[in-house]
């Protein structure tokens, strides 16, 4: 059984990331509303993807991706972003900084299973 | 693997959390304001509002409303511009996202009642881009010394900077997050939301640990935290040994020392914003509705099986067993009933939020300086008594600070502080009522001046408020913008009396101020009810509770099979109905107001198994209504299950049918 930690400050948009990946079949979700729980959880238990907001209350997805990829045992765990921020030089930082992958909001269902697809190791 | 999933389901979800996204943007925006009349700047309700903007944007794109998105867009974008600059909103900026605002907030409505959504405003989307929103740099920001300085934005040091000057101490909590702790419920949610409650947290910071041999060893979090609270308590909150806290030394707090005393933060605001979607569901309303509906049904076929259980028993069937059942069942659906009553409850200051964005607007257009004080508590009521409840409110706000409260220049004239205040206070009172004031230290009511207009002698308040209840009565001559297409006097009192059924009482003091104090019930009954003419009076009879409704023809009446004067007197007929005869009772005469109009329609229920029917004059419609118990013992009777408000502010009765086809039996029909 896959973990996979959705991140986003919105109640409704991890709802929908959830709902958009519920084909994937075999995987438990479990959720954090802002960066700083996403990194608490990070650094607790084992996960095998992670789906991250950019713009949240404490700290943003950059900070997140950053620091998730100075543990040396989060150095391979995939991060899809999905923001609303979906322009090139977004795009660019967000790979730059460590991002296996970039989604820009709004995203039509099949293309974040997709994406999730790709990144999922097998 | 195909399964299609269509973000659509999620509209319901999306006007939910946009209408909560809305509130705080709304806050937001009067935090601001409120900043800007005092000559300061909110650097972090700029950012909130921000972020807020942003969330609403990237719903709105998910579930594909693109004039909500343009308009989020827009206003974000601005707002960023803001942020970046220091966090300094000017007044006409603030004026441009409330048009926004407000015009998002149109649009969610629409999405919510399912309606076409008009594109975003040009107009408006014009002037928020022309809006110049760069227009305050903080020059030089302050250091704070150690590592912070360089994680921290030139508005958040600006802001530690301040507080430090007023003597309020900064502190670098360390957190360090594991297992063992995250079982015993502390994680960095619960200790950000700890610290909320006694202090300010200007940044978390996530760090490596490191072990003696320089490997890594896990992580922590470093908290900049401006608190007043001693160091016991905050090491309490992230659970750590008191010794190892203590506040950090800023350079800037020694050149005033001097400077005003500590000022009391407000914890308590802070920590209900960070509370908020904690613990709770958040649940359409048309879902509760639908359980309550679902609930309904279950009380109605209750009732049929008692019935059907009282006719076994009196043919001699033996029910014992299976009216334990039936009691353990009554007992279990009022327990449901109370539950879900419990989860219709809202907080009171939820619902009067809107008022604090009122009170602003009134205040500008009639060019007064005005306070809203809310005293509210934890308070809660029936969402169904809040929703009729808050346009009273909205009224009578909008009277205290439109009529009562004076132009500035004036009260300072008379004495007064510039800025008059309008209070709501609460208090929730034994007879399980909700007791509102609303109050302000305006002009009060000039008895006198209402008796001349009125041409009525007004000895006390009680009699002032009675003429002020009048419809179209207005103290006023000259009918202002803002009040003259309110609703008046007599809609608060329609709506606190008669439709609530609570009370409405008033006290003023010329030159002092005026309190309104309305009571009413913490939860109510609403019935969807099919309302009728009878012998040209008005009664309503749930629409759960009928069966059939038809229109009568002459031909297909028989009279009574036995004329016999007792049966005359009740007019039992039959009729005949899809090859069935049903019993037909005069519904005037069973109610004893028989005055021999012809019936045009019968309302047929469902009776001990059979079907009857009753005359009655007219259809008038089908609505909700509020169901309230009649507690008079002259009205009190068989046959009346309560009364209500059909609109017109008299009382119209609700009618139990079953009860009044009981009575059908005993005349032996």
């Known amino acids: ?122 | 693997m195909s399964e299609r999933v269509d973000l659509k389901e999620f509209i319901g979800g999306f006007v939910v959390e946009a209408e909560d996204l809305l509130a705080t943007a709304n806050a937001c925006l009067l935090e601001i304001d409120t900043a800007i009349s005092d000559g300061k700047s909110k650097p972090k309700a700029v950012r909130d509002l921000f972020r807020t903007l942003h969330t609403i944007k990237g719903l709105a794109g998910m579930v594909g409303v693109e004039p909500i998105m343009e308009l989020a867009h827009a206003l974000e974008t601005l707002l960023r511009t803001a942020d970046r600059a220091g966090g300094a909103l000017q007044r006409g900026a603030v004026e441009v996202s409330l048009q926004a605002v407000r015009a998002i907030g149109e649009r969610v409505r629409l999405v919510a009642e399912g309606r076409p959504v008009p594109a975003a405003p040009a107009r408006l989307i014009e002037q928020i881009n022309a809006t110049d929103a760069s227009s305050q740099t903080i020059e030089a920001p302050p250091e704070i010394g150690g590592e912070w300085d360089a994680r921290l934005s030139a508005s958040e040091r600006q802001q530690v900077f301040l507080d430090v000057q007023r003597g309020v101490p900064a502190w670098t909590l360390v957190f360090v997050p594991s297992e063992d702790r995250a079982a015993r419920g502390i994680t960095i949610a619960t200790v950000r939301t700890g610290l909320a409650a006694i202090g300010e947290i200007i940044k978390v910071a996530p760090r490596t640990q490191l072990d003696a041999s320089g490997k890594q060893a896990g992580i922590k979090f470093e908290i900049l935290l401006l608190s007043t609270a001693p160091a016991a308590r905050l090491a309490e909150v992230i659970d750590a040994d008191p010794a190892t806290v203590v506040p950090i030394a800023v350079p800037v707090a020694t050149a005033a020392a001097s400077a005003e005393p500590v000022p009391e933060l407000e914890p308590e605001r802070e920590a209900d914003i960070s509370r908020i979607g904690r613990a709770t569901v958040r649940v359409e309303l048309d879902r509760l509705d639908e359980l309550q509906d679902q609930l309904a049904a279950m009380i109605v076929s209750r009732f049929r099986l008692e019935r059907e259980l009282a006719a076994q028993h009196a043919r001699g069937v033996d029910v014992r067993k299976l009216r334990e059942v039936t009691d353990l069942q009554a007992r279990q659906l009022r327990d449901l009933r109370r539950a879900i009553l419990r989860v219709r409850m809202v907080r009171v200051a939820e619902v009067l939020e809107p008022l604090a964005l009122l009170v602003r607007s009134v205040a500008r257009t009639s060019h007064k300086e005005v306070r809203l004080e809310l005293d509210v508590r934890d308070a809660e009521l029936d969402k169904a008594v809040a929703d009729r409840l808050l346009p009273a409110l909205i009224h009578l706000v909008r009277n205290a600070v439109d009529h009562a409260i004076e132009p500035p220049d004036l009260r300072v004239a008379g004495g007064k502080p510039r800025v008059g205040t309008v209070r709501i206070a609460c208090t929730e009172l034994a007879s399980k009522q909700l007791e509102l004031m609303i109050s302000d230290d305006g002009r009060g009511i000039d008895r006198d001046a209402v008796a001349r207009r009125s041409h009525r002698e007004i000895l006390d308040n009680q009699q002032l408020l009675e003429v002020l209840a009048t419809p179209g009565f207005s103290t006023r001559d000259a009918v202002t913008q803002t009040s003259g297409r309110g609703v008046g006097m007599d809609i608060v009192k329609r709506v606190a009396v008669q439709e609530l059924g609570g009370e409405l009482a008033l006290d003023t003091q010329i030159g002092v101020g005026t309190t309104f104090t309305l009571k009413v019930p913490l939860t109510i009954a609403i019935v969807e009810v099919f309302s009728f003419e009878c012998e040209r009076q008005s009664f309503v009879v749930p629409v759960a509770a009928i069966e059939e409704i038809f229109e009568l023809g002459d031909d297909r009446i028989e009279p009574p099979a036995r004329p016999t004067a007792e049966a005359n007197a009740k007019r039992v007929a039959l009729v005949h109905r899809r090859g069935h005869a049903l019993p037909l009772i005069s519904l005037g005469a069973r109610l004893a107001i028989d005055k021999g109009t012809v019936a045009k329609n019968a309302l047929v229920i469902r009776h001990n198994g059979e079907l009857i029917a009753f005359a009655i004059d007219r259809m008038l419609g089908r609505q909700e209504v509020v169901v309230r118990p009649v507690d008079d013992p002259l009205v009190r009777a068989r046959g009346i299950a309560g009364a209500t408000d059909l609109g017109d502010g008299r009382p119209t009765l609700v009618l139990d049918l079953m009860e009044l086809g009981d009575l059908g039996e005993r005349v032996g029909a």
């Open chain 1, 1 to 122: 059984m896959k973990r996979l930690l959705i991140v986003d400050d919105s109640k409704l948009m991890r709802d929908m990331v959830a709902a958009c990946l519920r084909p994937l079949g075999a995987v438990t979700f479990e959720f954090a509303g802002t960066g700083l729980e996403a990194i608490e959880r990070l650094a607790l238990a084992g996960f095998d993807l992670v789906v991250l907001d950019l713009n949240m209350p404490d700290v943003g997805g950059i900070e997140v991706i950053e620091f998730v990829r100075a543990q040396d045992r989060l150095k391979t765990l995939p991060i899809l972003i999905v923001t609303t921020r979906g322009d090139d030089a977004s795009r660019a930082r967000v790979l730059d900084a460590g991002a296996s992958g970039f989604l820009a909001k709004p995203f039509a269902p099949e293309q974040i299973l997709d994406e999730v697809r790709k990144l999922l190791p097998a």
